[in-house]
């Protein structure tokens, strides 16, 4: 486990959550959770399902206001009242369903609700503008015509990753960015959070998948029951992660260690 503040050696966080609790009625769905996202770092938020990472990452996205605490951008409070207050600051969201047109080309998906037009649309500047985004990021998309409809999953991710990038944010969050793809796909979109990352964004990944994870994040925060339960480094061993989502020192993978780490009988061959 690490310290969050002395960990990231990044100075000033982008964004800071201190004691955040959300309320719906008599359901406490977070309770005091504290949060640092530094420029140019990958965090990843984990849990058990009803943990809270749908409750944060909405949250952020300003479409949950908290019940109580304090979120902080640049070093400034601010209220994330609407999704249209958290992109102004500078939070861009891909949820998991991508929200993307699937009739239309990679262009409109990308410009959808931000066109860029002088009375008519300028076809020509925005297929440039795709192209060039693209090409930042070594997006493997064959054609910026292409339709939506005709895409891989890790294409169509890269797509929506894309769009929240063409508002120029300073922290990209991913909900659930490798879920259902293939092995090739998933390298493709972990690549693609690398080359984010690199362009010093500050970069939330909510995942199931603790192999992605420790790929590309820096730091790993988990939730519990709408608590924080430990922020670790890709080092940490499976079993400490468990542990920290189930709450539970004793378990599978625990036991799996004990059974591995144990002396065998003399004279026996033990199959692995």
């Given at each position: 486990?690490?310290?969050?503040?002395?960990?990231?050696?990044?100075?000033?966080?982008?964004?800071?959550?201190?004691?955040?609790?959300?309320?719906?009625?008599?359901?406490?769905?977070?309770?005091?959770?504290?949060?640092?996202?530094y420029?140019?770092?990958?965090?990843?938020?984990?849990?058990?399902?009803g943990?809270?990472?749908?409750?944060?990452?909405?949250?952020?996205?300003?479409?949950?206001?908290?019940?109580?605490?304090?979120?902080?951008?640049?070093?400034?409070?601010?209220?994330?009242?609407?999704?249209?207050k958290?992109?102004?600051?500078?939070?861009a969201?891909?949820?998991?369903?991508?929200?993307?047109?699937?009739?239309?080309?990679?262009?409109?998906?990308?410009?959808?609700?931000?066109?860029?037009?002088?009375?008519?649309?300028?076809?020509?500047?925005?297929?440039?503008?795709?192209?060039?985004?693209?090409?930042?990021?070594?997006?493997?998309?064959?054609?910026?015509?292409?339709?939506?409809?005709?895409?891989?999953?890790?294409?169509?991710?890269?797509?929506?990753?894309a769009?929240?990038?063409?508002?120029?944010?300073?922290?990209?969050?991913?909900?659930?960015?490798?879920?259902?793809?293939?092995?090739?796909?998933?390298?493709?979109?972990?690549?693609?959070?690398?080359?984010?990352?690199?362009?010093?964004?500050?970069?939330?990944?909510?995942?199931?998948?603790?192999?992605?994870?420790?790929?590309?994040?820096?730091?790993?925060?988990?939730?519990?029951?709408?608590?924080?339960?430990?922020?670790?480094?890709?080092?940490?061993?499976?079993?400490?992660?468990?542990?920290?989502?189930?709450?539970a020192?004793?378990?599978?993978?625990?036991?799996?260690?004990?059974?591995?780490?144990?002396?065998?009988?003399?004279?026996?061959?033990?199959?692995?």
């Open positions: 486990m690490v310290n969050e503040g002395k960990a990231s050696g990044h100075g000033r966080p982008i964004l800071k959550l201190s004691g955040v609790s959300k309320n719906f009625g008599a359901v406490s769905a977070l309770t005091d959770i504290d949060l640092e996202i420029a140019g770092e990958v965090v990843a938020l984990v849990g058990d399902n943990a809270g990472k749908s409750t944060l990452v909405k949250i952020l996205a300003g479409v949950h206001q908290p019940t109580s605490g304090r979120v902080e951008f640049e070093g400034q409070e601010v209220n994330l009242d609407s999704p249209g958290a992109l102004e600051y500078g939070i969201t891909v949820f998991q369903d991508l929200a993307l047109c699937e009739n239309l080309d990679v262009v409109a998906n990308l410009f959808l609700g931000h066109e860029l037009s002088a009375w008519q649309l300028d076809e020509v500047a925005m297929e440039v503008r795709a192209w060039t985004l693209l090409q930042e990021l070594a997006a493997r998309i064959p054609s910026v015509r292409e339709p939506v409809a005709s895409l891989s999953g890790g294409q169509r991710q890269t797509v929506a990753i769009r929240s990038l063409l508002l120029d944010p300073k922290i990209v969050m991913l909900d659930e960015p490798t879920a259902a793809l293939g092995v090739a796909q998933t390298a493709e979109v972990l690549n693609l959070i690398e080359r984010i990352r690199a362009r010093g964004l500050g970069v939330i990944i909510i995942s199931h998948n603790m192999e992605d994870v420790r790929a590309v994040a820096d730091r790993i925060v988990v939730l519990r029951l709408g608590r924080n339960t430990g922020i670790f480094t890709p080092e940490a061993s499976n079993q400490e992660l468990v542990a920290a989502i189930t709450g020192t004793e378990n599978a993978v625990s036991r799996r260690v004990e059974r591995k780490s144990a002396p065998h009988p003399a004279g026996r061959e033990v199959s692995p």
